[in-house]
């Protein structure tokens, strides 16, 4: 079972049932809201053992492998893919050592330990973060500060120098799609614009990430490069963004600049609506 799951069925339970369990800040009626009692004394009530299940599970300690920890975790790889992304430097997250979480004020702020890896060059380091999710109405980014050893250690200039000569001059507009193809291939030459199109895609995820979600990027539909300006390399991408926990396919077109020396920049983004024979998952719902 999900714990997600678990924690919507828990919520209306406390939020209508024993009133000393809701003793958080009491600013406003937890309507509908994902609030949940963290300092709860568990020898005073008569909370059902999956109340005291769920507590243990989204608040203190952290199991490493369940989703409140990876999600969280997800959110810092997009975090440091928006500062230090580029056509040859993609983050991932590959482990979770250790996480916490706790609520503050109006906020869940979660501690974690994790080893982050570049993709292309494989080179691995550690990094400590801290995140904020803002929570109740009118939901913001989630705020990041993480600070690493190791990661960024991959000298990426040359390349980045090669491609960014390459597609400056725009008398040759470069394109692509499917990428990969529904068989997991892609052409090496699109291998650049793939992770530029992951990196781009992580300042969206970052934005529209909660505690409820848990995005990747699918697929590069399509891009299409555009006329360069002001020494910025710009691209339009159409992407799949795959959120885990609901199975959805959600899409996004992005206008993308790029150089070595302003980055990755996300200047437009347009949700687009829902299409009903995009190429889902087979578990998916739409
Ligand atoms: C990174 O790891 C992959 C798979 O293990 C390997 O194919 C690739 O050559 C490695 N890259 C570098 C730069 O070591
Ligand atoms: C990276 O390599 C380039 C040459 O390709 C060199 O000029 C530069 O100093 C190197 N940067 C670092 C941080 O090592
Ligand atoms: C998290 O984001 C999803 C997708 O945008 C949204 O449906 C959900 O209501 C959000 N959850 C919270 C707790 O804000
Ligand atoms: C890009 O892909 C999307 C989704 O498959 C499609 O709707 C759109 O027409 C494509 N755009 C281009 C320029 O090919």
Redesign the pocket.
Same mark, same amino acid.
């Given at each position: 079972m999900d714990w997600t799951l678990l924690i919507l069925l828990v919520v209306p339970t406390v939020v209508h049932g024993n009133p000393t369990v809701t003793v958080r800040t009491g600013s406003g009626p937890p309507v509908g809201s994902d609030q949940h009692p963290n300092s709860v004394p568990l020898s005073e009530d008569t909370q059902t053992t999956t109340e005291v299940m769920v507590e243990v599970m989204t608040t203190g300690v952290l199991n490493p492998s369940h989703y409140p920890a990876r999600r969280a975790a997800t959110v810092v790889q997009h975090y440091l893919n928006t500062l230090y992304g580029s056509p040859y430097r993609w983050i991932f997250l590959s482990k979770v050592h250790s996480g916490s979480a706790e609520d503050v004020a109006e906020m869940r702020k979660y501690q974690l330990e994790l080893t982050m890896q570049e993709t292309i060059s494989n080179v691995s380091g550690q990094c400590s973060a801290e995140l904020l999710f803002p929570r109740g109405e009118g939901q913001s980014a989630p705020q990041v500060q993480a600070s690493y050893e190791g990661l960024l250690q991959s000298n990426t200039t040359a390349q980045e120098e090669a491609f960014y000569q390459q597609h400056r001059a725009s008398n040759n507009m470069v394109s692509g #799609?499917d990428i990969p193809d529904s068989y997991g291939h892609m052409e090496p030459s699109m291998k650049p614009f793939w992770h530029l199109g992951g990196v781009a895609s992580s300042f969206i995820m970052l934005r529209e990430s909660n505690e409820s979600t848990l995005y990747n990027m699918a697929q590069v539909? #399509?891009f299409?490069q555009l006329e360069t300006e002001k020494d910025q390399l710009r691209f339009n991408y $159409?992407v799949l963004l795959h959120e885990m926990i609901s199975q959805e396919i959600i $899409?996004w077109k992005l206008l993308v600049t790029w150089s070595p020396e302003q980055g990755v920049q996300v200047l437009q983004t347009e949700l687009?609506p829902k299409?009903h024979d995009?190429e889902a998952p087979p578990n998916t719902t739409n």
């Amino acid at each position: 079972m999900d714990w997600t799951l678990l924690i919507l069925l828990v919520v209306p339970t406390v939020v209508h049932g024993n009133p000393t369990v809701t003793v958080r800040t009491g600013s406003g009626p937890p309507v509908g809201s994902d609030q949940h009692p963290n300092s709860v004394p568990l020898s005073e009530d008569t909370q059902t053992t999956t109340e005291v299940m769920v507590e243990v599970m989204t608040t203190g300690v952290l199991n490493p492998s369940h989703y409140p920890a990876r999600r969280a975790a997800t959110v810092v790889q997009h975090y440091l893919n928006t500062l230090y992304g580029s056509p040859y430097r993609w983050i991932f997250l590959s482990k979770v050592h250790s996480g916490s979480a706790e609520d503050v004020a109006e906020m869940r702020k979660y501690q974690l330990e994790l080893t982050m890896q570049e993709t292309i060059s494989n080179v691995s380091g550690q990094c400590s973060a801290e995140l904020l999710f803002p929570r109740g109405e009118g939901q913001s980014a989630p705020q990041v500060q993480a600070s690493y050893e190791g990661l960024l250690q991959s000298n990426t200039t040359a390349q980045e120098e090669a491609f960014y000569q390459q597609h400056r001059a725009s008398n040759n507009m470069v394109s692509g #799609n499917d990428i990969p193809d529904s068989y997991g291939h892609m052409e090496p030459s699109m291998k650049p614009f793939w992770h530029l199109g992951g990196v781009a895609s992580s300042f969206i995820m970052l934005r529209e990430s909660n505690e409820s979600t848990l995005y990747n990027m699918a697929q590069v539909a #399509n891009f299409t490069q555009l006329e360069t300006e002001k020494d910025q390399l710009r691209f339009n991408y $159409h992407v799949l963004l795959h959120e885990m926990i609901s199975q959805e396919i959600i $899409h996004w077109k992005l206008l993308v600049t790029w150089s070595p020396e302003q980055g990755v920049q996300v200047l437009q983004t347009e949700l687009q609506p829902k299409s009903h024979d995009c190429e889902a998952p087979p578990n998916t719902t739409n």
